[in-house]
């Protein structure tokens, strides 16, 4: 009789899991408690997978051998609860889909920059020819890439929610780009129970993997000394004492050093620019360097890169005033890099669905920089509170449109209009992407 699995969630992990199910032969039920996209409609349909849509029908799903859980579904909620009481086991989709690939994974997670990281790496290793494919979350659903093609490598960007339903998985090179407080709604308001999800990256290392961080991080720093790491460990740090590192930014060029070769390049090589750009690809040179990337294919293709959208990405400059999306910084340290970034006087727009801020770490920054708040969100309440004596003026705003009409109103020549939410997006938006869009074409729009 075939094994049952059950996937809790249509969007593009749950998906691909169900599609890598079929395709190996398992009796496959997908549950969505919401409306399922028309696009993942037509890939079950094709497939001929079971599903549901607006409701979880328990009977079905606690008849499972083993549950799917996408990354959106919280743990907590009870009917999760319900499935471990049951004994069933609940894993990721990441989880499932590494039992079917041979293919060896550099696996990427942090609060900031994994996305940039993952995507340098992914660029500098199919420059170099490697056989590699892009997934996790970005790009398609690993799952779906298992089920689709055949790669020597995969690098995944993996997030602290695919964390938590890891089990038997082992990334062969990880990446923790860096620790600060994000998404804490989902971990009882605990840091510590954060940290603990991201250092699951190194989960089932053994001394012929790889684990790379940055010394500068204090929260990496500290979870490397209190756990005993089986993985080779490589650093990542600006000149500050940390002169032991792998990859060492010291004035305006880098050093890497992974094998006592060691090579440098420039600041002004590099495509992408700013401070938490140059650890990104600090990360990005001592992983592609430890595969036996060439030095000058890296210099190369860390020169030719393209920046990822909604991250500090240029929209237009009207009438003077610079616009700049950064719709995917949803946490305050994202914020921290953009504001630090910016040069000109700034007008920010943030807010949203705020994940247990705390907007300290902001403060000298704004007073420096920020000659206007706007905010875009429905309750806007701790962002007003916190910074309503540290800036001239604060504005509400119900949609991107508004918010950029607001910003145009008050932007002289040579000031900076940033997106830069510090909040998830979804009280007034699907996700950060449309978020971003819908901003980009309010200032085309003007």
Same mark, same amino acid.
């Given at each position: 009789?075939?094994?049952?699995?059950?996937?809790?969630?249509?969007?593009?992990?749950?998906?691909?899991?169900?599609?890598?199910?079929?395709?190996?032969?398992?009796?496959?039920?997908?549950?969505?408690?919401?409306?399922?996209?028309?696009?993942?409609?037509?890939?079950?349909?094709?497939?001929?997978?079971?599903?549901?849509?607006?409701?979880?029908?328990?009977?079905?799903?606690?008849?499972?051998?083993?549950?799917?859980?996408?990354?959106?579904?919280?743990?907590?909620?009870?009917?999760?609860?319900?499935?471990?009481?049951?004994?069933?086991?609940?894993?990721?989709?990441?989880?499932?889909?590494?039992?079917?690939?041979?293919?060896?994974?550099?696996?990427?997670?942090?609060?900031?920059?994994?996305?940039?990281?993952?995507?340098?790496?992914?660029?500098?290793?199919?420059?170099?020819?490697?056989?590699?494919?892009?997934?996790?979350?970005?790009?398609?659903?690993?799952?779906?890439?298992?089920?689709?093609?055949?790669?020597?490598?995969?690098?995944?960007?993996?997030?602290?929610?695919?964390?938590?339903?890891?089990?038997?998985?082992?990334?062969?090179?990880?990446?923790?780009?860096?620790?600060?407080?994000?998404?804490?709604?989902?971990?009882?308001? $605990?840091?510590? &129970?954060? *940290?603990? !999800?991201?250092?699951? @990256? /190194?989960? +089932?290392?053994?001394?012929?993997?790889?684990?790379?961080?940055?010394?500068?991080?204090?929260?990496?720093?500290?979870?490397?000394?209190?756990?005993?790491?089986?993985?080779?460990?490589?650093?990542?740090?600006?000149?500050?004492?940390? $002169?032991?590192? &792998?990859? *060492?930014? !010291?004035?305006?060029? @880098? /050093?890497? +050093?992974?094998?006592?070769?060691?090579?440098?390049?420039?600041?002004?090589?590099?495509?992408?620019?700013?401070?938490?750009?140059?650890?990104?690809?600090?990360?990005?040179?001592?992983?592609?360097?430890?595969?036996?990337?060439?030095?000058?294919?890296?210099?190369?293709?860390?020169?030719?890169?393209?920046?990822?959208?909604?991250?500090?990405?240029?929209?237009?400059?009207?009438?003077?005033?610079?616009?700049?999306?950064?719709?995917?910084?949803?946490?305050?340290?994202?914020?921290?890099?953009?504001?630090?970034?910016?040069?000109?006087?700034?007008?920010?727009?943030?807010?949203?669905?705020?994940?247990?801020?705390?907007?300290?770490?902001?403060?000298?920054?704004?007073?420096?920089?920020?000659?206007?708040?706007?905010?875009?969100?429905?309750?806007?309440?701790?962002?007003?509170?916190?910074?309503?004596?540290?800036?001239?003026?604060?504005?509400?705003?119900?949609?991107?449109?508004?918010?950029?009409?607001?910003?145009?109103?008050?932007?002289?020549?040579?000031?900076?209009?940033?997106?830069?939410?510090?909040?998830?997006?979804?009280?007034?938006?699907?996700?950060?992407?449309?978020?971003?869009?819908?901003?980009?074409?309010?200032?085309?729009?003007?």
């Amino acid at each position: 009789m075939n094994r049952k699995i059950v996937i809790l969630g249509a969007g593009e992990s749950g998906t691909g899991a169900a599609v890598l199910a079929k395709k190996q032969g398992f009796g496959v039920w997908l549950s969505d408690s919401g409306t399922i996209k028309e696009k993942y409609k037509n890939v079950l349909s094709h497939h001929e997978i079971a599903f549901e849509e607006g409701r979880h029908s328990e009977v079905e799903i606690l008849d499972a051998d083993e549950v799917i859980i996408s990354p959106g579904i919280p743990l907590t909620i009870p009917l999760v609860q319900k499935i471990k009481a049951k004994g069933i086991p609940v894993i990721s989709e990441i989880e499932f889909a590494a039992r079917f690939t041979l293919a060896r994974k550099i696996c990427i997670t942090g609060s900031n920059g994994k996305t940039t990281t993952t995507l340098l790496i992914y660029h500098i290793l199919k420059n170099a020819g490697f056989k590699v494919g892009l997934a996790g979350n970005v790009g398609d659903s690993f799952a779906m890439q298992v089920a689709t093609h055949e790669y020597d490598w995969y690098v995944l960007e993996i997030s602290s929610f695919q964390l938590d339903s890891m089990f038997s998985f082992k990334a062969d090179i990880a990446i923790l780009t860096n620790i600060t407080p994000d998404h804490l709604d989902r971990y009882a308001y $605990n840091f510590e &129970n954060y *940290i603990n !999800s991201k250092f699951r @990256i /190194t989960r +089932n290392q053994t001394a012929e993997d790889a684990f790379i961080y940055c010394l500068d991080d204090e929260e990496s720093a500290a979870g490397v000394r209190i756990r005993d790491l089986k993985a080779r460990i490589f650093t990542t740090a600006f000149q500050s004492g940390n $002169n032991s590192a &792998n990859a *060492i930014c !010291s004035g305006n060029k @880098i /050093t890497i +050093n992974t094998n006592n070769n060691p090579f440098t390049m420039t600041l002004e090589e590099l495509a992408l620019q700013g401070k938490h750009n140059v650890y990104n690809s600090m990360a990005a040179s001592v992983a592609t360097n430890l595969l036996g990337v060439r030095k000058e294919s890296i210099r190369q293709s860390l020169g030719a890169f393209e920046n990822v959208p909604h991250r500090l990405e240029y929209v237009a400059c009207i009438h003077g005033i610079d616009f700049i999306n950064d719709s995917k910084a949803t946490n305050v340290n994202s914020v921290w890099y953009a504001l630090e970034t910016i040069e000109t006087p700034v007008i920010w727009i943030a807010g949203g669905v705020d994940k247990g801020n705390i907007y300290t770490k902001l403060e000298k920054l704004v007073e420096q920089k920020v000659k206007a708040i706007i905010c875009l969100g429905v309750d806007n309440s701790k962002i007003i509170e916190f910074f309503s004596d540290k800036v001239v003026a604060i504005y509400e705003t119900q949609s991107a449109e508004q918010a950029v009409l607001t910003a145009y109103s008050i932007g002289k020549k040579g000031d900076t209009v940033l997106l830069s939410p510090a909040c998830a997006s979804y009280d007034l938006f699907e996700n950060y992407e449309e978020r971003g869009n819908k901003f980009k074409q309010a200032v085309r729009d003007l």
